[in-house]
């Protein structure tokens, strides 16, 4: 009987263990379902042309460091908005260079490659030993991100005070670093518009020492940028009118050459006759030919020097120009990072702010015991909405999820299943 007893226990182990890992991979989502570029994904995007003139590769202005939207688009100066939805790199890099060569009229479309800069993070929170911020990899699942954050929490009689106090502490850093962001997006908006001060909005239950600093220093940058970009705006200008200048003079000279090789003709031609007839010598008519030589070579080099200034005035005009334009797409390059960064904090503040009230209202029964049960729940944002599912220990993540560690005492032995009573049912004989 024993020997009997043995097996069965034997065969329902190896029976539970096969369907635990059926259940494990019917439950895993597929990693290659999620899009390659998610919402506040960095890219690096960089736009080449070949120059045939030059022989090599240049590089456009328009490429730099972009981040994908909470509605799944990029903002590229001169083509403006591209949805990025479903598209991997490879297929947003040849979106990208299509439409630039529809938009410019090129007669081929330029190099164009994207590249993932940072994946948006993961946040790991709830029963763990160190909650917070993960750097995100392709095929991350939930069991590796509570082996990043240091396993399940061993609490002790002092530990839930400690983790409120630490939670408090965290969302206090997280307002101030949103009131940060924001002054930060205020200033970039008004470096956007060309406007000649920054419009604050008013913020509400902040320290008004601290909102005024951050302002103060908000205004300093907005000043010290506005200054820079206009001190080269004036060198190029007035190099630009320096160059006019010298064009002026040079074509002065340009004409007293044209007077001076005039002169030189009509004397080298009287000189010529008077060599015909005998009266002059021969050496007087070849100075005045080499005299001659010297005034055009003269005006050919103040024509050359012309052309030069003029090529300058091109390439100065073009730098002028191009000077406010790369400063536009810089600024909205980092206005766009700035709104993503302001977006997660949000997301983080939110999730901060709801595992602190679960820990005031005692959701969790410290007081049972008996083996502890170790659960996940996602908390994703699709489509501008914050979802919450239950998930395994196989669960892949992805970008930007926030993933809650729940550790739930099991009811021991002799604890009876929840309505059910611990007394034999009527009829039912005791042992």
Not at 65 to 74: H, N, P
Not at 124 to 148: D, I, N, S, W
Not at 372 to 386: L, M
Request: proline fraction near 5%; hydrophobic fraction near 40%.
């Amino acid at each position: 009987m024993s020997a009997s007893c043995r097996t069965c226990r034997t065969f329902l182990r190896n029976l539970s263990f096969a369907a635990a890992l059926v259940v494990s991979a019917v439950s895993t989502p597929a990693w290659a379902d999620a899009p390659e570029l998610a919402p506040r994904t960095k890219i690096r995007l960089t736009i080449m042309q070949w120059m045939p003139t030059k022989g090599e590769y240049v590089p456009w202005a328009l490429g730099g460091e972009f981040v994908v939207s909470e509605t799944g688009a990029i903002s590229v100066p001169v083509i403006g908005t591209v949805t990025v939805g479903n598209l991997d790199k490879a297929q947003l890099a040849a979106e990208i260079a299509k439409r630039l060569q529809t938009k410019i009229g090129l007669v081929e479309a330029p190099e164009t490659t994207v590249e993932i800069v940072e994946y948006p993070p993961v946040y790991v929170v709830g029963h763990v030993t160190t909650p917070g911020e993960y750097k995100f990899r392709p095929g991350l699942t939930a069991l590796q991100a509570l082996a990043m954050s240091g396993g399940e929490l061993r609490e002790t009689s002092s530990g839930p005070s400690q983790d409120n106090i630490t939670l408090v502490g965290e969302l206090r850093g997280i307002d101030n670093a949103q009131l940060r962001s924001n002054a930060r997006i205020a200033r970039l908006q008004a470096e956007m518009s060309g406007a000649k001060e920054i419009i604050f909005a008013p913020p509400s239950d902040a320290d008004a020492a601290l909102v005024a600093a951050i302002q103060d220093q908000e205004r300093i940058i907005f000043s010290t940028r506005a200054n820079v970009l206009a001190r080269q705006s004036k060198s190029l200008s007035e190099l630009r009118e320096l160059l006019n200048q010298e064009i002026r003079v040079l074509e002065e000279k340009v004409k007293g050459a044209e007077a001076s090789i005039e002169a030189a003709e009509r004397e080298l031609k009287g000189v010529r006759t008077l060599v015909e007839r005998g009266v002059a010598v021969a050496s007087r008519q070849s100075d005045l030919e080499r005299e001659l030589t010297n005034e055009r070579a003269d005006r050919l080099d103040f024509v050359t020097a012309i052309m030069r200034a003029r090529q300058n005035i091109s390439e100065t005009t073009r730098n002028l120009e191009g000077l406010y334009d790369n400063r536009q797409a810089e600024v909205a390059s980092e206005l766009q990072s700035e709104q993503a960064a302001l977006e997660q904090l949000k997301l983080k503040r939110a999730t901060t702010e709801r595992l602190l009230l679960d820990k005031l209202s005692g959701t969790e029964d410290s007081v049972q015991r008996g083996e502890p049960a170790t659960s996940f729940v996602i908390i994703r944002r699709d489509d501008g909405r914050i979802g919450e599912f239950s998930a395994t220990e196989t669960t892949a993540l992805m970008p930007g999820d926030v993933i809650k560690v729940v550790v739930r005492p099991m009811p021991t032995m002799s604890e009876p299943p929840a309505g059910r009573s611990k007394d034999p049912q009527p009829g039912q004989a005791s042992q």
